[in-house]
C-alpha cells in the first residue's frame, strides 16, 4: 500500500522566515496531495490541496509543489505568522487516504 | 450549517465491552472515512466509504467495523475494544474523494 514519509517532524521558525515542509510517497498511481493544518485540540482543516495533473498551487502565502517523477511534494509558506503555529499533515490519495506522520511548526514572534 | 457530528465526545470504557462511535453528515457526501491518531503517527485511515453499501479497509482495519446504511451515517463499530485502541478518533465526509474532506469534532477513547 501507499507510504508516505513527512519531514521534518518539527520545525521552528522566527515570524516572517519562510517554513518547508517535505513529503514523499511511494504509490506512483496517486493522484491527489492534499495538506492539512491542525491546531491543539481541534479538528485537521484543509489549507492548499494539488492533483497530479499539476505540478504548483499557490494561495496567498501558502504553495504546494509536486514532482511526479520523484514521487514527492512540499509546503511552503512564506512570511510566517505566530497563527501559522500547528501541526501540519500532507497526505497522498489514490482510493484510500494516507497522511504523513506530521510537522509540528513554530513560528516565533 | 454545514458539518459532521460525532458522539460521543468522550468515552471511557473497559476491555471486551462493544461500543459504536457515530458520525453523521448533512452535507449529502458521498465518501466517508473513519481515521485514528495517534501521537507520532499522524491520521491513520481505519476505514473509508465511497458509497451506501460500499466499504473499504483503510490502513488500520483490525479490530473495527463499519457500516453505511445510509448515506448521511457512518457508525464506527469496535465490537471487543481493547487497550490498544485508545485513541482519538476522527470521522470525515467529502463530495469526492479528491476534495476537501471535512473532519467531525473527535472522539477520544480511552480503554482500561
Known amino acids: 500500500g501507499e507510504n508516505v514519509e513527512q519531514h521534518p517532524s518539527t520545525l521552528s521558525v522566527q515570524e516572517g522566515d519562510s517554513a518547508v515542509i517535505k513529503c514523499t510517497y511511494s504509490d506512483s498511481a496517486s493522484n491527489y496531495f492534499p495538506w492539512y493544518k491542525q491546531e491543539l485540540g481541534k479538528r485537521p482543516q484543509l489549507i492548499i490541496d494539488i492533483r497530479s495533473n499539476v505540478g504548483e498551487k499557490k494561495d496567498q502565502r501558502i504553495a504546494v509543489t509536486l514532482n511526479k517523477t520523484a514521487k514527492h511534494f512540499s509546503l511552503h509558506i512564506t512570511e510566517t505568522q505566530p497563527e501559522d503555529s500547528a501541526v501540519y499533515f500532507c497526505?497522498?490519495?489514490?482510493?484510500?487516504?494516507?497522511f504523513g506522520a506530521g510537522t509540528r511548526l513554530t513560528v516565533k514572534p | 450549517e454545514a458539518q459532521v457530528t460525532q458522539n460521543p465526545r468522550y468515552l471511557i470504557t473497559v476491555t471486551g465491552k462493544k461500543l459504536t462511535v457515530t458520525c453523521s453528515q448533512n452535507?449529502?457526501?458521498?465518501?466517508m472515512s473513519w481515521y485514528r491518531q495517534d501521537p507520532g503517527l499522524g491520521l491513520r485511515q481505519i476505514y473509508y466509504?465511497?458509497?451506501?453499501?460500499?466499504?473499504d479497509k483503510g490502513d488500520v482495519p483490525e479490530g473495527y467495523k463499519v457500516s453505511r446504511k445510509e448515506k448521511r451515517n457512518f457508525p464506527l463499530i469496535l465490537e471487543s475494544p481493547s487497550p490498544n485502541q485508545t485513541s482519538l478518533y476522527f470521522c470525515?465526509?467529502?463530495?469526492?474523494?479528491?476534495?476537501?474532506?471535512?473532519f467531525g469534532p473527535g472522539t477520544r477513547l480511552t480503554v482500561l
Open positions: 466509504s465511497m458509497n451506501v453499501e460500499v466499504t
Open positions: 470525515a465526509s467529502t463530495r469526492d474523494r479528491r476534495d476537501e474532506q471535512f
Open positions: 497526505a497522498a490519495s489514490k482510493s484510500d487516504m494516507r
Open positions: 452535507m449529502n457526501h458521498e465518501y
